[in-house]
C-alpha cells in the first residue's frame, strides 16, 4: 500500500530552510523517527486518518490539521489523541516514544506536501477557518462592521493570502484608491464644533492652536481662527477600530481570521 516513502523532507523542492533542522517553520525530524513514525502510523492512526495521514473514511486529514501544524514533538498530537473527544471515535493506546515518531512522520508528509505546493508554506495559512468564523461573529466583533457577502465580498479573489492577511492588520496601507470614488470613506476627517453647537466635517488641511482650515464635501476649503482650543476639533479615523482590534490580535486568531477570510471568494 505504503508505494510512496516518506520523502527526506530536506529535499523538498523550493523550501529553503530558515536554519539547522529547520524547513521554513516546519522542524526536520531524523530519518530513523519518521520511519518507525511510518510504522506506528500505519498500525495505530492510518486505519482512520487513512494512507499518508490524508484521511480517511473513519478519521480526518492530519497533514492540513491545525493540530499537526502547531505541534511540537508529539505534545500537541499526543494531548489531541488522548483527548476524550478523540476517545468517542475509538480509544488509541499509543505511549509517548510511538506519538513522538508519529509526530515525525506526519511532520515529514508536511514538508512533503508544502514542497509540492499542497501545503503553502508562508505561516499565513496555517489557520482554522472554522474557528475564524466564530472569532469573526464572536469575540473579533468583525461582524459590527463587515460580513462576507457585503463589503468583504471576493475579498479572497482581491489579494493573494499574504497580501489578504496584509489588509487584515493594515487596511489602508498600500491601497491606490478603489475605482475613484470613495477612497475617502477611510481617510480620517475632522470634526469642528462651533461655538453655537453646530458641527461641520470635512478633512482636516491643516490643524493648529491658531487655525483650522477643513476641506469642505463640496471640495471648497475653508479656515477658522482658532483661541485655546475654540473651536474645538476632532479628528475621527474610521479605522481606528480596526486597527484597536488588530493590535489585540494573537497569532492564532490572525491566522484563523485569514484563513476564514480566504473563502469570501
Ligand atoms: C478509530 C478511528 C481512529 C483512530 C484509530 C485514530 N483516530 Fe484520530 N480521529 C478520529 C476521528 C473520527 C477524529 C475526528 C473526531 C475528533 O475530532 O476527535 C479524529 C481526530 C484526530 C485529530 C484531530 C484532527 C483535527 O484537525 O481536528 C488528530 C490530531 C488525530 N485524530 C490524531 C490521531 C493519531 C495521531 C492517531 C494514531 C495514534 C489517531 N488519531 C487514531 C478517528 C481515529
Ligand atoms: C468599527 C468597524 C470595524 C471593525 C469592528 C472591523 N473593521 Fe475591518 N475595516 C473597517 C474599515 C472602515 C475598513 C476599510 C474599508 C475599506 O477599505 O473600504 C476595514 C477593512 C478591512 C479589510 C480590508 C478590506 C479590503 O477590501 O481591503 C479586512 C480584510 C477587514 N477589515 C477585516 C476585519 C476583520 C477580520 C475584523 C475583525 C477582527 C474587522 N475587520 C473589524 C472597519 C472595521
Same mark, same amino acid.
Given at each position: 500500500?505504503?508505494?510512496?516513502? $516518506?520523502?527526506?523532507?530536506?529535499? /523538498?523542492?523550493? /523550501?529553503?530552510g530558515r536554519g539547522p533542522g529547520r524547513v521554513g517553520r516546519f522542524k526536520v525530524y531524523s530519518p530513523e523517527a519518521v520511519t518507525r513514525g511510518l510504522t506506528a502510523y500505519n498500525s495505530t492512526c492510518g486505519y482512520c486518518h487513512g494512507e499518508r495521514g490524508k484521511? &480517511?473514511?473513519? &478519521?480526518?486529514?492530519?497533514?492540513?490539521s491545525e493540530v499537526t501544524l502547531h505541534d511540537e514533538d508529539g505534545i500537541q498530537l499526543g494531548a489531541r489523541v488522548? =483527548?476524550?473527544?478523540?476517545?468517542? =471515535?475509538?480509544?488509541v493506546e499509543v505511549?509517548?516514544?510511538? +506519538?513522538?515518531? +508519529?509526530?515525525?512522520?506526519?511532520?515529514?508528509?508536511v514538508i512533503y506536501a508544502s514542497g509540492r505546493g499542497d501545503v503553502r508554506m508562508s505561516e499565513?495559512? +496555517?489557520?482554522? /477557518?472554522? /474557528?475564524?468564523?466564530?472569532?469573526?461573529?464572536?469575540?473579533?466583533?468583525c461582524n459590527k462592521c463587515h460580513s462576507p457577502s457585503g463589503n468583504l465580498k471576493g475579498v479572497a479573489?482581491?489579494?493573494?493570502v499574504a497580501t489578504l492577511q496584509d489588509r487584515l492588520?493594515?487596511?489602508?496601507?498600500?491601497?491606490?484608491?478603489?475605482?475613484? &470614488?470613495?477612497?475617502?470613506?477611510?481617510? $480620517?476627517?475632522?470634526?469642528l464644533t462651533l461655538p453655537s453647537g453646530e458641527a461641520i466635517k470635512g478633512a482636516p488641511i491643516r490643524v493648529t492652536d491658531f487655525d483650522v482650515t477643513l476641506r469642505l464635501a463640496d471640495g471648497s476649503t475653508k479656515t477658522w481662527a482658532r483661541n485655546r482650543g475654540i473651536p474645538k476639533v476632532e479628528i475621527t479615523d474610521p479605522l481606528q477600530a480596526h486597527i484597536?482590534?488588530?493590535?489585540?490580535?494573537?497569532?492564532?486568531?490572525?491566522?484563523?481570521?485569514?484563513a476564514y477570510l480566504a473563502t469570501f471568494k
Open positions: 500500500m505504503e508505494a510512496q516513502p $516518506p520523502a527526506p523532507a530536506t529535499a /523538498a523542492p523550493g /523550501a529553503a484521511g &480517511g473514511k473513519a &478519521g480526518p486529514d492530519l497533514i492540513f488522548r =483527548a476524550a473527544e478523540h476517545a468517542k =471515535a475509538g480509544k505511549s509517548d516514544s510511538q +506519538i513522538a515518531d +508519529i509526530a515525525a512522520y506526519l511532520h515529514s508528509r499565513v495559512l +496555517i489557520g482554522n /477557518a472554522k /474557528a475564524g468564523e466564530t472569532y469573526f461573529n464572536g469575540a473579533g466583533g479573489g482581491k489579494y493573494d492588520v493594515m487596511p489602508r496601507t498600500g491601497r491606490g484608491g478603489r475605482g475613484g &470614488g470613495p477612497a475617502s470613506a477611510t481617510a $480620517p476627517y475632522a470634526t484597536d482590534i488588530m493590535m489585540k490580535l494573537s497569532d492564532n486568531d490572525m491566522h484563523n481570521l485569514t
